[in-house]
């Protein structure tokens, strides 16, 4: 087979694909931002899943549609939020199925604001630990 005739059917694929709404993780990854690896460790870890076209059988490809765009979109907000990976997967699951009522979902962020101003009122006593430390070293006391 040559070379040529294989780019030719490699680019039908693709264009396919893009009439289809589907992309490749390489696509995906341009258009979220998010590194393949790193879409590809999401996706190992449940946060989502591309589809295999059952048809070919010579790669392990997957498609992604648009929706997938907006799921990593939310993780990478929810990352930047403070939920960890397990926490995001809880709420992709029950955001996306429709198991969260809106004053369950009002609540589960209200839940995270709390746990976020817990750390920040640690992270200030811890703070002011380290000063008085630094006085303490200036003044030879330490």
């Known amino acids: 087979m040559k070379a040529t005739s294989i780019k030719y059917g490699l680019y039908l694929i693709y264009s396919y694909q893009q009439k289809q709404g589907n992309m490749l993780i390489n696509e995906l990854s341009k258009q979220t931002g998010v590194p393949i690896p790193t879409l590809r460790y999401y996706e190992n870890y449940g946060l ?80 002011r630990l380290l000063s008085e430390c630094i006085l303490d070293i200036e003044k030879g006391d330490c």
């Open 48 to 127: 989502f899943k591309g589809a295999s076209n059952e048809k070919v059988t010579t790669n392990n490809y997957k498609n992604y549609d648009e929706s997938i765009i907006e799921k990593v979109e939310m993780i990478k907000g929810a990352k930047e939020a403070g939920f960890s990976l397990s926490e995001i997967k809880k709420l992709i699951d029950s955001w996306y199925n429709k198991h969260l009522s809106r004053n369950t979902k009002v609540e589960i962020v209200t839940d995270k604001i709390n746990e976020i101003d817990s750390k920040i009122d640690q992270l200030k006593k811890v703070r």
